[in-house]
């Protein structure tokens, strides 16, 4: 795995923001050579499916005309292939969850334009907003509380979002550890929400249980993301990764990531073929004596909450 990955460790600041907020912001997680050679790839993409797949947001709600959601894109450009273990953002993915780790889940989506009229934009934003802990049914069918982390999302946004209105995903900080959510009547969001700003090649990572929504484009340009989902292993796909074709060219920490195992055991009770990711922080001293990470020891520290 890329040695660079050692430089951008989970911190304890990171660590607070993250355990406190529910959410963590990257800036310039991708340079310009990469941020543009990522957006050639999604252009590449939404060109090849919008007219293909009428239906592409499928899934999305009744959302604008041309709003794109696409899952099983990873094996569709290496651009993509490269940001599952890309080194500015990983490290505070296994900082978080572990090493026992792989992507269960990913979409690239493209929200188009949508013209509001004047006076009418409040009404538009409340019909379409969406807010919710993802992972569905796991919020039904887990009794505790409150819900378990389980997995963590990275969205990179590829084209401006530094102000409201650019189809900005909008969060509820804190909110990771409410098992409910209030919007008052009449209001587009609960209060407190706040939109995810910030200048193209800035990544969040968030977690699931933090209470969400999409919203609507009124800019001037379509807003692009690429989104990507780590679980533990244990956990099952949310979506079809068709990625086994590539495992003969991937080193073995990317296998790993994309699905990748010895065989059905070894993602409850792994040997080291089956996670070599543990291997490589041990060799890197990223790991102490019972194979915790430098995120979990922390975590084992804390008083329970």
């Known amino acids: 795995m890329d040695s660079r990955c050692l430089e951008h460790c989970l911190t304890e600041e990171e660590c607070r923001q993250f355990d406190g907020q529910g959410y963590l912001m990257v800036e310039d997680a991708l340079d310009a050579g ?29 959302g604008p005309p041309g709003l794109f959601s696409q899952t099983d894109f990873i094996r569709e450009d290496d ?9 500015r953002v990983f490290p505070k993915i296994w900082g978080i969850l572990g090493w026992n780790i792989y992507l269960y889940h990913a979409h690239c989506d493209v929200t188009p334009p949508v013209p509001v009229a004047a006076g009418a934009e409040d009404s538009r934003q409340r019909s379409y907003r969406a807010w919710h802990q993802d992972s569905m049914r796991v919020n039904e069918e887990i009794e505790i509380h409150p ?3 389980l997995s963590v999302k990275v969205a990179y946004f590829l084209t401006d979002t530094t102000v409201p209105g650019c189809g900005n995903m909008w969060v509820y900080p ?10 008052p009547d009449g ?26 929504s999409r919203s609507l484009n009124t800019s001037a340009i379509a807003r692009k ?5 780590y679980s533990y292993r244990w956990l099952q796909p949310k979506d079809d990764m068709n990625v086994r074709q590539l495992y003969t060219r991937l080193d073995p920490i990317r296998r790993q990531i994309l699905g990748d195992a010895l065989c059905a055991d070894g993602r409850y009770a792994p040997q080291d073929g089956d996670v070599p990711l543990r291997g ?21 520290a804390r008083p329970p909450r």
């Open 280 to 300: 490589w922080l041990r060799e890197h001293g990223r790991l102490d004596s019972a194979g915790m990470t430098l995120r979990e020891i922390a975590g084992a």
């Open 34 to 62: 990469d941020l543009d050679r990522v957006t050639r790839a999604v252009d590449a993409l939404y060109e090849r499916h919008r007219v293909k797949d009428a239906t592409a947001a499928a899934g999305m709600g009744s």
């Open 79 to 87: 651009a993509f292939l490269e940001l599952v273990d890309w080194h």
């Open 225 to 229: 993301g690429v989104f990507f989902g």
């Open 187 to 212: 209001a587009v969001d609960p209060p407190g929400a706040v939109p995810v700003v910030g200048k193209p090649g800035t990544a969040i990572i968030f977690d699931r249980r933090i209470w969400h």
């Open 174 to 183: 804190g909110s990771q550890r409410m098992d409910e959510l209030h919007v």
């Open 147 to 149: 819900r378990p982390r």
